[in-house]
């Protein structure tokens, strides 16, 4: 099991821009994937993107967030970074990143809450009108 610790949210006006980090606490990032997921009060925890580690591969959720969002490994800082840009209030929410470490086989895309065995504590983003 490796834990997994997000970083890099906050509050940003509506427009702006979060950079989000994952790192894999005291060790390197062996997983088979990496994703992002987030979840607003009251609703269902919702999928936003994912890195298939080996070769880059990314993968989106819903239209709103492609060509806003980015995902990408980092090897420098040994992280799974999540470029949100544009962001509006629709965005709020707590960000939550998620390992796949291949358990379930190489199945891909990956953007089911069960295709992912480790997770996060999560990270809150605000964005004001």
């Known amino acids: 099991q490796v834990q997994l610790l997000e970083s890099g949210g906050g509050l940003v006006q509506a427009g702006g821009s979060l950079r989000l980090s994952c790192i894999a606490s005291?060790?390197?990032?062996?997983?088979?994937?990496v994703g992002w997921f987030r979840q607003a009060p009251g609703k269902a925890r919702e999928f936003v993107a994912a890195?298939?580690?080996?070769?880059?591969?990314?993968?989106y959720g819903r239209n709103r967030i492609v060509g806003r969002f980015t995902i990408s490994r980092d090897n420098s800082e040994n992280a799974v970074i999540l470029q949100m840009n544009n962001l509006t209030p629709e965005d709020t929410a707590v960000y939550y990143c998620?390992?796949?470490?291949?358990?379930?086989?190489?199945?891909?895309?990956?953007?089911?809450?069960?295709?992912?065995?480790?997770w996060g504590q999560g990270t809150q983003v605000t964005v004001s009108v």
């Open positions: 998620a390992a796949n470490d291949g358990r379930f086989g190489s199945a891909w895309p990956l953007k089911d809450r069960s295709e992912f065995n480790d």
């Open positions: 890195v298939r580690l080996s070769d880059r591969s990314t993968y």
């Open positions: 005291g060790r390197t990032f062996s997983s088979y994937a």
